[in-house]
């Protein structure tokens, strides 16, 4: 104990007790409920011989499910990246009626229960819904197919993007915008040119944030997908169903699989986030 | 460019009127579409057959006793983690030290985790044919299927909410007052009881409405581990899932209601203690007062 409150390092943090007690603590806990029970999922889907373990995933419907979550999640966190945006860059930058109102809903899909989204939703989206009437006429039928997923999804995912740029806007140097106006650029050029490579970190962490969630979500999705076999069945769903046929190792997989994509999404973007903070920063400073 | 001669206080800085009225009239439509609709609809087809129909519907047996799981469920996780916030606060918000920033993140990861996984992961510790499926048949013990495993998966999935405000919030405060405290001769205790706490309760507070508005409305997670039996393992969550998949139209809204209130009530305290902590910043801090008047 003593030693690892010498490893706090600096002078001024030493004289306060119970950091070993706390730590520790914490260290325990954490392992306790999370640690541990993820490792379980992972030494379940180690279990499956690498041939099962690949035909499990390969397995027509799983495949069909992964493709759809993802896809799904992608086009609905960049319907989320336009109107994020917009809805961003309005509560930070405009003053209108009712601002703090609608700064406060945007947080609604963090706080509604995801059953409730759910039934909501399908029922606004459904055929004799209040939007999914006026939609039918034209031939778009939402609740039930893939269209439906992707509303659910940006439903959930707009917080994300949205609570992600305002900070984002918020810090913006005026300057930079000044001195852009001052050389005689347009105020379109200058939202082109300075602004918007400014705030691409943040859209492109906002995407990830919303994208990664999107792939897990399960509450909303089930009610307003339909849920058919190679059609509209989402992954989560698909791990749902694996455990209700006792097929443990089956259910891990898809889990490991699932949390693998949404990792590989998380560098992937933290990549072109890197790319473009060098890109920007050559071309704005 | 006419419109520069028309609104003689509109910079360089700022976009045409035009499309200022657009972009909030995008906003408002979208937000309104997608977010405000749905919430109506909720109340909509709560009192499609009249308030007497609605309180016929919220006081059934069943949804009663999933209001009763529900209260059960949340008041063990919410204190369990909170306990576990306020300790995480002071190891990681009031020490430096090798490794802080990766218990951080692990701190967050179940927020990053899919619920159905959240839930998965206790089936496959204690499920029937689990790692301890067989030592808790010998014992008789249920966990899934019923009230612990809703509790295990409820703790998993609210875990990081206390934790991650208390530490931000203690790191920002610094330990000068702790030492101030120390140095005076208050012991561990009552330096964290008289100094820290007082400080950290607003924090406190929005890390446990946000814990506590997860943990009543948590859905894939606990439908992973409840053997979904009527009046027995149905959280309320759940019981709006039964109800709607049995066409009980407003039975289910009627239950979603509840839950949508909850979720009103939610914001509301966040946005006031959102305001009140950028009123605190802001005293704190008096040099940046003038030109940086942030809501957030």
């Given amino acids: 104990m003593v030693r690892s409150v010498r490893g706090a390092g600096r002078a001024r943090t030493r004289v306060l007790p119970g950091f070993g007690l706390t730590l520790g603590l914490t260290v325990t806990y954490l392992s306790l409920i999370v640690l541990i029970p993820l490792s379980a999922l992972f030494a379940k889907a180690a279990s499956l011989t690498w041939p099962k373990f690949a035909a499990t995933l390969m397995d027509e419907r799983v495949v069909a499910a992964l493709k759809l979550t993802v896809g799904a999640s992608a086009a609905a966190a960049a319907i989320n990246c336009v109107f994020g945006a917009i809805v961003a860059w309005t509560l930070v930058r405009y003053e209108f009626p009712g601002r703090r109102i609608v700064d406060a809903l945007v947080d609604l899909p963090f706080a509604l229960p995801t059953a409730v989204s759910g039934i909501a939703l399908t029922a606004v989206y459904a055929q004799n819904g209040w939007i999914g009437s006026l939609l039918a006429p034209l031939g778009i039928q939402v609740a039930f197919t893939p269209l439906g997923i992707v509303v659910a999804l940006t439903f959930i995912g707009l917080p994300f993007v949205v609570r992600t740029l305002q900070p984002a806007i918020q810090d913006l140097e005026h300057e930079f915008e000044e001195a852009s106006?001052?050389?005689?650029?347009?105020?379109?050029?200058?939202?082109?040119?300075?602004?918007?490579?400014?705030?691409?970190?943040?859209?492109?962490?906002?995407?990830?944030?919303?994208?990664?969630?999107?792939?897990?979500?399960y509450g909303s999705v089930v009610f307003i997908s339909g849920n058919m076999p190679l059609e509209t069945e989402i992954a989560s769903l698909l791990v749902i169903t694996k455990l209700e046929q006792y097929d443990y190792a089956g259910a891990s997989a898809i889990g490991v699989a699932m949390l693998i994509l949404a990792l590989l999404g998380l560098l992937l973007i933290h990549a072109a986030q890197r790319l473009a903070v060098r890109r920007s920063g050559s071309t704005v400073r | 460019m006419s419109a520069r001669g028309a609104h003689p206080r509109r910079g360089p800085l700022e976009e045409p009127a035009w499309v200022r009225f657009a972009l909030i009239g995008i906003t408002l439509g979208f937000l309104g579409l997608f977010l405000l609709l749905p919430l109506t609809a909720v109340f909509f087809e709560a009192f499609r057959k009249g308030p007497i129909a609605w309180w016929a519907a919220v006081t059934q047996p069943d949804v009663l006793s999933a209001v009763r799981l529900t209260l059960v469920v949340t008041a063990i996780a919410v204190p369990l983690n909170a306990a576990f916030g306020l300790v995480a606060a002071w190891a990681l918000g009031k020490f430096r030290f090798r490794g802080r920033l990766v218990l951080i993140t692990l701190i967050d990861l179940p927020l990053s985790i899919s619920p159905v996984i959240s839930g998965l992961v206790f089936v496959l510790i204690f499920g029937a044919r689990g790692w301890f499926g067989p030592t808790l048949r010998e014992h008789d013990i249920k966990v899934i299927f019923d009230t612990p495993g809703l509790v295990l998966a409820t703790v998993f999935v609210t875990f990081p909410y206390v934790a991650r405000e208390l530490v931000a919030h203690l790191e920002e405060q610094g330990t000068d007052p702790e030492q101030a405290a120390v140095s005076l001769g208050a012991s561990g205790w009552t330096t964290f009881w008289r100094v820290t706490l007082p400080s950290a309760k607003w924090a406190l507070l929005y890390g446990l409405v946000l814990c506590n508005a997860r943990a009543m409305g948590e859905f894939g997670a606990v439908s992973v581990v409840s053997g979904h039996v009527r009046g027995e393992t149905n959280t309320l969550p759940l019981e709006v899932e039964i109800l709607y998949n049995e066409y009980d139209f407003v039975g289910a809204f009627a239950a979603a209601s509840l839950l949508a209130l909850l979720a009103i009530v939610t914001l509301l305290l966040k946005t006031v203690l959102e305001r009140h902590e950028a009123r605190i910043a802001e005293r704190g801090s008096g040099t940046r007062s003038g030109d940086t008047e942030i809501s957030r």
């Fill in chain 1, 181 to 217: 106006a001052s050389l005689g650029a347009g105020r379109w050029t200058t939202v082109r040119r300075v602004v918007a490579p400014a705030l691409l970190p943040a859209l492109v962490t906002g995407f990830a944030l919303a994208f990664a969630r999107a792939l897990g979500e």
